[in-house]
């Protein structure tokens, strides 16, 4: 932690004074009381971001699914488990927050029946009949609050990137989408980030994701509004 | 580890000589390259009987779904993710094992239309459809070699455990079940295990799961066949 303090005391202070939400890692939907449905996430890219944005100055509030990771030096952790339940802490922090930075691996969808005993297996061995529901979509909701934070998403793909990581920037109404390569990035120390905004994409150069960060901190930091004077 | 061989050196030497396969964690189903069905299983309480079992002097070989946790000291571990892969590592072990103990959390299924690349929110906003095929039964399949090792199985209920344990050990054909409520069980430090057999049912005190498994163990080792001198 000395150490921690200390590389963060000469990261430059490119947040200073603001406010920053971060999600991170997968969201857990429950079927029953044993089984889930979730994803590879590992949460490092958010952890990352989070410790990035705290060496930067900023006040870090961190909303993580399950992960294995402990949270960074300074910063506060929120623990949820079902996209629902994210949902809910990001938007009691939201108005507050002067960005917001979409890592979380939210699932799309959560099990419509689930249920509250565990599932037996049916004597005629058929499998048991999931019915899905569409999540909230967190990083849109914030992105249309009224005076809400400046915005930041994440596209995790594992084929044709540039295109869906442009539109996924357009339909969620966010200045900034940052991609990645899924199947190069999941639960790997090193990540190879692409940023796309108003004037097209710009590709950055593969890195250890806690020096990504650090770039990417710079890139938001850069691009954030002047705040006005008080 | 320098403790842990103390500790390991004071145990009865109840299972010396055995050879004694254990499969601990949950399974990981894939849906897609990113999204997951799997369960709360910690590994946990498969991770204290291997531990338990290397004290007790076996050759321990731990077939371990994903975790965050360290292999026991001088315990063999081996990593798999889905049903599919647990079956195959615990089919090519369990001929030269003399006891096998299922503790991991197995899928009953898997998605049987997986997805190579990342399934994409549909125009229409529906969900997609997860089509299921019924895993393995491991535990069933290793109980019926002819000259297999002696087995063990687990079932993790969340009611009427009594009912579903000894009907679960007479279904799958195994000498042993122990039962446990999986809510009070799941990712927690203590459990409280209930033993099957064909005499009845046996409650053990509530305990820190490495004790619990110290005494399933012993258990285990006064219920083995005396093996045929060489």
């Known amino acids: 932690e000395l150490l921690s303090e200390l590389i963060a005391f000469f990261q430059p202070k490119l947040l200073a004074g603001r406010r920053v939400l971060i999600t991170a890692g997968p969201t857990s939907e429950k079927i029953d009381p044993v089984r889930v449905i979730t994803n590879r996430s ?3 890219m958010g952890y990352a971001i989070a410790r990035a944005a705290r060496e930067a100055g900023a006040e870090v509030i961190l909303v993580s699914g399950p992960t294995a990771l402990a949270a960074p030096y300074g910063v506060r952790r929120i623990d949820v488990e079902s996209a629902v339940d994210m949902h809910a802490a990001v938007m009691a922090e939201a108005g507050r927050s ?3 930075i979409s890592v979380a691996a939210v699932a799309d969808w959560r099990v419509a029946n689930a249920s509250d005993s565990k599932l037996k297996k049916r004597a005629d061995g058929r499998p048991p009949s999931l019915e899905f529901e569409p999540n909230p979509d967190i990083l849109a909701e914030v992105a249309a609050l009224p005076s809400g ?3 930041v998403g994440f596209a995790a793909e594992t084929e044709n990137l540039e295109e869906h990581a442009q539109a996924k920037r357009v339909r969620k109404g966010v200045p900034l989408l940052v991609g990645n390569l899924a199947q190069r990035a999941m639960n790997a120390d090193d990540t190879e ?3 796309f905004d108003e004037t097209g994409h ?3 150069p593969p890195a250890d994701k806690i020096i990504a960060a650090r770039r990417l901190v710079e890139q938001i930091a850069r691009r954030l509004p002047v705040r006005p004077s008080p």
Request: charged share 15%; net charge neutral; glycine share 6%.
């Open 149 to 151: 934070p400046w915005c």
């Open 193 to 195: 980030l692409v940023l």
């Open 42 to 44: 590992s949460g490092k």
């Open 98 to 100: 002067d960005v917001f």
């Open 202 to 204: 710009h590709a950055m």
